[in-house]
């Protein structure tokens, strides 16, 4: 079974722009969830999706938002760049009713 | 406030020793535990996690012990090996919320030397 994957794995931008990422989940895994890796922070939860709602949020700014599509699919899109955003951000699925989180390999994001 | 702390920021172990990672939390409501083992440049890889209706679970070489009067957990790896060298984070969540928002600690980088 293929794994939980992630696009683009690698993206700069610069300050004010935005961006979006994308998330594949497992096959038949219909959670979906979002975190931010930074040396200072470590690992902080984003945002859930469980069938295309939102199920719970992070303490994270307006500026990061997120969808999930009927497929699962999730994207996450931040607005307004800002150098803290520099980041790897991680998706993770999980099947309902199981206890644990696949996460993807990450996209690194550069804010300059 | 932190949650989930991993007060160790590193450990080195000797090949076919044992590697005790340690992790404490606050929150009493969490009830479901788990230890995610990261390489640099990927993302975390699920390794053992525990109900807090047991105190320990066993899986290979990685045993994950929970004390619930402590607030406490630890993943012992017997013997350690060179390919275990990874950031290893413990992360926790409440299973009643009916999410799976996963609350981590921020990590312990193990370096297993050969």
């Known amino acids: 079974k293929a794994g939980v994957t992630q696009t683009p794995r690698y993206l700069i931008k610069t300050r004010g722009q935005q961006v979006t990422l994308s998330c594949s989940p497992i096959s038949g895994h219909r959670s979906v969830s979002w975190y931010q890796q930074t040396p200072g922070q470590g690992l902080q939860f984003l945002f859930e999706y469980f069938s295309e709602t939102q199920r719970n949020k992070g303490n994270f700014p307006g500026r990061f938002s997120g969808r999930q599509f009927s497929n699962s699919r999730s994207e996450m899109n931040v607005s307004t760049l800002e150098l803290g955003d520099s980041a790897l951000y991680l998706c993770?699925?999980?099947?309902?009713?199981?206890?644990?989180?696949?996460f993807g390999p990450g996209t690194r994001l550069t804010v300059l | 406030d932190q949650q989930v702390k991993q007060n160790s920021p590193s450990l080195s172990v000797q090949e076919g020793r044992i590697s005790i990672l340690n992790c404490d939390y606050t929150?009493?409501?969490?009830?479901?535990f788990l230890w995610y083992k990261k390489y640099p440049a990927e993302g975390p890889t699920f390794l053992i996690s525990i109900s807090s209706i047991k105190d320990k679970n066993e899986d290979g070489r990685f045993t994950v012990f929970l004390n619930k009067s402590a607030k406490h957990l630890s993943l012992h790896i017997v013997p350690s090996q060179p390919g275990d060298s990874a950031v290893y984070f413990c992360?926790?969540?409440?299973?009643?919320?009916?999410?799976?928002?996963?609350?981590f600690g921020k990590g312990t980088k193990l370096s297993v030397i050969p």
């Open positions: 929150n009493s409501m969490f009830d479901y």
């Open positions: 992360a926790a969540r409440v299973t009643a919320a009916g999410s799976y928002q996963l609350t």
């Open positions: 993770a699925s999980s099947f309902e009713g199981a206890d644990t989180q696949y």
